[in-house]
């Protein structure tokens, strides 16, 4: 489902100063658990890095209250997994002139450390956002949109389609 339309009817209501943000889908696995789901598909600098990280906390919060669940019961159905476009975080052309603000990308780095990672079988989170598995999470990913397709394609009920547009 598309939660930024669940957000909206949400704060319809609400008469809120700023709207929270969200996470652009909320799916079932066919496993029984729940997946918030955040499409990028430019560069990931720090800001849109944070950006993401508010997504999180507000897409939690307003699930929370729609379901009058506390965050532990929340941990422990629900996963999260952000779809980057790895071309588009290969390299950015147009670095900023603040290089505090520019976080160097590297596929080569990626495809190391997810190859190390598997070694000690663990998946490689980018993006700072593993700091949610086990807090907000049961489990955290980030996918290419390769690496997305092919999840997709090993859950169970295969027969429902998810393609939304990525951001």
Known sequence: MNFDKVK???VENLGLCEVPKSNDALMEDG????????FKNGYMDRQKQFAVRK???DSVLIFSDITSQGISSIR????YILVYNESANAGNPERKKNKKDYVQPSV????FAKKISSFAKEEYV???VKIFEN???RSVHTYTEQEFALYLSSLPNKSSTFAPEIS
Do not use: A, N, R
Request: net charge negative.
């Open 31 to 38: 496993k029984g658990h729940l997946v918030f789901v955040e």
């Open 76 to 79: 422990k159905i629900t996963d």
């Open 108 to 111: 080569s780095f990626d495809s």
């Open 8 to 10: 909206e009817s949400y």
């Open 55 to 57: 997504k999180i906390y």
């Open 126 to 128: 980018c993006f700072g």
């Open 135 to 137: 807090y907000c999470f």
